[in-house]
């Protein structure tokens, strides 16, 4: 059982006065993918937007509780700094359109600091590597980021979280607008990805969650049911709720 | 004899309508055609001769041979006001509409929003009375001085810079700032260096709109600028314009004049007509290699 | 939208239907492989060849019913692709079909080693088996009313039933290792009751079986969860238990 990398400890999110998540209480597991899954409106989007202070950045919200990255609380660090080490990637691909794939991948690193030409030329190399998408864009490096297709432009957004070296990445929906094929290449890009980082990945599809998480969370209108290792919770889930929902029967 | 069915009918109110709609497209045509044709037939001869644009304005002369010679320091203050215009106008009017744009929770920004909307309305002479009058009681020196023309254009193009900024930033789509944000990237880098660079074909056409009206202006310059006939003589002088020479020859009873502002009239059209073409190239040609914003 | 998503609406809901129609089909070959015991064992008490070869006539069917559902869960998994009590429900009977197979073929096996005329040996070996046949009649049809109805506790108490039949077979044990030193003429005869009664004893384990895969879907639980770790000796090292009065009201030698 792997060390505890992300504590979530009785995190409520607000927008304006509703509460969209109540009491969460959750342990996220370091090198291993966690999946949330549940149904619309229950709050596993909010719940990542929580981990990596993006919940925020949103007008008249507000938070109450605990989120401890290595047991330091998020809360109080500087949130710039806190995304750094928690990236995210997002459901619809979202490339800087007026930028290259190049200047796409290394925008962080330019931005936050000025490394030296060569050093940016390395991350990108190896963040492209590490996204499965290097030997299809090595020739065409400089090309505009919308040139390419839209499983390539979501690898491209990882390859782009992933320069930065964060600890944590965090996905929400991320084959939720791609073909076939091209979630089954991002499938397999988490299964590589958990070796070296912490993966939460929200998903509405349940088989999704049972083909590439180690560990996966239900939640329903805001609250957690349940949280477990993913063979558990799909053949034999503790809570009625949670069995009512993946075999379909909810509602 | 067949009968008048539905379909018939149909079709024939189809045309009716689209002879209105045609008839109604000549009607707003017109005036515009009529103006370049006007200035074409009466400003072209004038125009198109030798030094038009460099040498000064002639004197009024009644008969109709007189020497029609240049409006070059007209052209020449035009140019340095609605440079300096520029100047003043798009970097305030810019950094506005980001503040109103992207930091929209604090009431501030809504404030300007607000303001900018409203000013677009004033007619522009109340622009350049309230200039002048400001300037009359504190700094009566350079009351009439390109500072104050150029002052009274930014009054009347720093709204048009907000509010088509605005615009363009408003159809920068939020994903692209949230991808910023969550790579870490602070809030006003990532404002200044990827939401602002992804908004320039639509801030560059907010520009060159802004741009082209100051241009076009003639009552704020009134009280402002002033009049001259002669070439640059120092921001704190009074200077010539374009639209302030064709007010005044327009007027005169000098046939020779009243070329010249013909000529005028037509050499700010076509300037106008080649800045906006040219520029709505460059614009085009930018949002192509942007892929689309 | 948010009324109770658990409610009971009346209307059928995930795969209920499907799952319903599964398990439906499982309880029918129960059924075909309860009436081949059956009348497998009347066959062979009553030395009646007829009887025999009609049951004998039954095995094709079996196969049938049990190569169907087969197919029923094989595609219900590949198609729906379960999860919960649905996958074990259909991974459970892959299983219990087995089992109900087993039963059926036993019965089979009784109609199969029948001989002729009614039997001749001692009454209180009859009078055993009689028990042991209506012993395991009641748990093949207990464990199809559980699986059929979602009973999970009626496929629990199957295990105790259990107990009754494996005493009953230790007694049809001693009762033929009594006959065979007492050198009586009756030989085959007793060597085929031996079979039969060993049958009866398959039958119940078998039938124990599918209460323990109806267990398993429905709740999740493994037999190591709800049942006591029972330790096993050899039957030698065992002390026989009391045994209650036969019909006759002999008491057991």
Known sequence: MNSVKIKVDRLTAYYSEKAAITDISIEFPERAV???????????????????RMHETVARTRVEGQVFLDAEDIYELDPVRVRRRIGMVFQKPNPFVTMSIYNNVSAALRFNGRPSREETDRQVVRS???????????????????????????????ARALAVEPEVLLMDEPCSALDPIATAKIEDLIKRLKEEYTLIIVTHNMQQAARVADYTAFMYLGKLIEFGPTEELFERPKDSLTEAYITGRFG | MRPFDRYARRKLLSRIIAVLTGLCVLAVLYPLVSIVYESFVQGGAVLFQAQFLTTVQPLPCSAISCKTVGIGPAVQGTLIVV????????????????FASEYRARGLGRAISFTADVLTGVPSIIMGAFIYGYFVIYYPQIALSFYTGALALSAIMIPIVVRTTEEALRVVPNSIREAALALGISKWKATLRIVLVASIPGVATGVLLAVMRAAGEAAPLLFTLGYSTLWFQGMNQQGASLPLLIYTFALSEAANQQKVAWGATLFLLILILAVNVVSRLAIHRMRVRMGGV | MNADPLADT??????????????ARAVAMGEWALGMVHDGWRAFNAGDFTAAQAVLDRGDELDRLDEDIEHAAIAFLVLRQPTAVDLRTATGLLKITTHLDRIGRLGFDMARITTAGPSKGPADLRAVLERMDTAVELMVR??????????????????HKDDEVDQLHREANRIVLRELSAKTNNTPRIADSLLVARHFERI?????????????????????EYLPRHRYQPYALETPAPMSKTADNQPPS
Do not use: M
């Open chain 1, 34 to 52: 966690s999946a949330i899954i549940g149904p619309s409106g229950c709050g596993k989007s909010t719940l990542i937007r929580c981990l990596n």
């Open chain 1, 128 to 158: 492209l590597q590490q996204a499965a998408l290097w030997e299809e864009v090595k020739d065409r490096i400089d090309a505009p980021a919308v040139s390419l297709s839209g499983g390539q432009q979501q690898r491209l957004c990882i």
């Open chain 3, 142 to 159: 207990q464990c199809l009313e559980a699986l059929g109805h979602d009973r999970s506790d009626l496929a629990r108490e199957l295990f």
């Open chain 3, 10 to 23: 009346g209307r059928p809901r995930g795969y209920d239907l499907e799952v319903r129609q599964l398990k």
């Open chain 2, 83 to 98: 440079g300096l215009a520029s100047g003043i106008s798009v970097p305030v009017g810019v950094l506005a509409a980001i």
């Open chain 3, 204 to 224: 119940a384990d078998n039938a124990c079986k599918v209460g323990e895969k109806t267990v398993y879907a429905l709740t999740g639980q493994r037999r190591s």
